[in-house]
């Protein structure tokens, strides 16, 4: 394994001699799984509320906050995704790229996810439009669209109890996603050109169920 450090949110020249460097150490990059993302400071999910990081409304998100949102989540899948792209058609060398998305980009709306939520949208589609573009040069380019699952943004959150009995309120299958083998396992088949050599410019939205329209109103039943 080799290490190479980026910053996505860094300038397009930064991102690509970065790149070139991943490039070099193996004579190629077969698959992209486009994964670095912040929600923000206008969105807490860990600590709802607090004077620090107030979740804002639409009217309430300063630009800076929209910015290093928009710069990291989109931005930076865009420029990460070209780099490899274009040395991948030069190379005449197929290859998968995987955005990972959010269910906030449809049906997963919460309070204080103007720029994250949005960000996120405009990730489905370029994944459809670099599909779109991208497949005759066998590339293909597809998008998970998580809910919500134990990571570095939701740690604080899901070590509480309360939460949990939430998803077994909410959530059809009763529970949060676990990443492993949830979420790896459907990256590892659109990695794979074996398993998914005929799909591109799909959206998986992988979130228990959440998301589905409804209201669960047992209490009149």
């Known amino acids: 394994a080799r290490a190479v450090e980026l910053d996505v949110s860094a300038s397009e020249r ?13 004579g190629g990059v077969d698959v992209l799984i486009n994964n670095a993302g912040i929600r923000g400071n206008s969105l807490s999910l860990s600590r709802l509320q607090i004077p620090s990081r107030p979740v804002k409304s639409p009217l309430e998100l300063d630009e800076e906050d929209w910015n290093k949102t928009f710069n990291t989540n989109t931005r930076g899948t865009w420029l990460v995704s070209k780099a490899v792209a274009r040395r991948m058609v030069a190379a005449k060398k197929p290859g998968s790229i995987i955005n990972i998305s959010s269910s906030a980009s449809s049906g997963g709306i919460l309070p204080g996810g103007t720029a994250y939520g949005s960000s996120k949208a405009a990730i489905n589609r370029l994944t459809q439009i670099m599909a779109l573009e991208l497949g005759k040069f066998k590339i293909r380019v597809n998008a998970i ?4 699952f134990r990571s570095e943004i939701t740690e604080g959150l899901l070590d509480q109890a309360w939460v949990h009995d939430a998803a077994a309120t909410i959530v059809p299958l009763r529970r949060f ?12 088949i659109l990695a794979s050109d074996e398993h998914s050599s ?6 998986y939205l992988e979130d228990g169920g959440h998301t589905l329209p409804g209201i669960q109103l047992w209490s009149s039943l």
Do not use: E, K, N
């Open 14 to 26: 930064s991102i690509d001699a970065a790149i070139d460097r991943a490039w070099s150490f193996f």
């Open 145 to 148: 669209a998580a809910g919500i």
């Open 177 to 188: 996603g676990l990443v492993s083998p949830g979420l790896t396992s459907l990256v590892l």
């Open 198 to 203: 005929y799909i591109t410019g799909q959206i």
